[in-house]
Structures are given as C-alpha cells and as structure tokens.
C-alpha cells in the first residue's frame, strides 16, 4: 500500500508534466520559453529517475546521482523562470534597469552560497539537501515579489499571476520538504516525498488549467503583455 501511495501520484504528475508540454507546444513556449525549457525539464528528468530506479534501484550510486542532478537542476531552472517572470512583470516600469541589477545579483548569491556556506561538506547528502532547500526557499521568496510587481501593474497578466501561483506552490512546500528530511530517518520519508509530489500535482493542474486553449483565448495577448 506504502508502494502505491508513493508511486501513484509520482505517475500522475509525470502524465500532467507531459500535458503541459503539449499545451505549451500549442503557442504559449513562445511567452514563456525558459517556463517551457523547464516543463521540459520535468519531463526528461522524472522520466529519467523512473528508469533508473527501476533498473538499477533506490540505493544504487547511479540513482543517487541522478536523483540528485536532476532534482538541483529542476530547482536552479525554477529559481531561473521566476526571475525572469518578475522581470517581465517590470517591464516598462522606471526601477527595471536597478530591478534587473538585483535580480541578477540574487541569482549570483544563491547559486554561489551553497558552494560557501556549506563547503565542509560539498556534495554529500546533506550539501544536496541544503542546496536545494535554499535554492526552493530562494525562489518562494522572489515569487513573493513577483506577486507583488504583478499586482501593482495596472494591466496586470492575470495568465502570468495564475503560472506563479503554481511556482510559489511547488518552491514552498519543496522548501518545506528538504529541510523536514534532515530530520527524519529514510524509512519515514516516503509521507514528506508525497506531499511534495502531491503539491506538485496541485501546481501541474493549475498551470494545465491556466493555459488550456479555451483559457488562452480570454488571456491578453502577447504584445498586451509585454507592454504591461
């Protein structure tokens, strides 16, 4: 029973990571090509960690590493499309040229501090743990601000505002997960790992929600949008 919990919606979010591609092969990777490099991404990555845990195992060398390149990349690339939402979100506004500055120096200081912060222990488990739980608490908090710039703009992409709820869903409760996991023994890890997979589902079918055609002919169009 344990197996199917875990394994279940681990399918499910697999099935909707390949709707969204779909969806966004239909026109909207044109107004999010670094949100559709990390569909993508998704994808390729989950997709990868199944076959390798199905030929190799859960303690093989292998599947740790892939595990952990996979889950590092998925959260680097996360922290990476927020950015460039809140940029976009600023477009047009006098504080963009400072407020890329920022975001740029942000994205300097995340990717390097693990690196610092953590250098005892560089690649062990615990550094992949911490990494990626800086890098999701990294990107919840610039989802904040990116929530903030888009409610300030008057012609606010509703579209927009709908994808970075489901960013600021996935980063949280990822976040939240890692850093449960340094305190819980690996035998009773597998209800923190569903939750998080569950609360990526949750994001899956919003953003599979937002950007289904029907839903895309009442969104602004992109030239509306990149002039907000």
Known sequence: MTRFVEIFPACVALALELYLVLLLLR???RKYPLFFAYAIAQVLGDSLEAYVYYHYGHDSRIYRTCYWTTEGTSALMLFLVV???TYEALRGNPLLAKAG???ATIAVLISVSPFVLFHSRIFSYRWFNSTDQMLNF???????????AL???RHRDSQLLAISMGLGIVATSSGVVWGARLWVADTNRWPLDTFGVLMKVGALLLWCWVLRPKARRNAPPLAAASLS
Not at 138 to 148: D, K, P, S, T
């Open 151 to 153: 409610l300030a703009n």
């Open 83 to 85: 950015i460039s939402f």
């Open 138 to 148: 990294g990107c919840a908090i610039m989802n904040l601000v990116l929530w903030g």
């Open 27 to 29: 026109g909207p990777f």
């Open 101 to 103: 500055r920022i975001l």
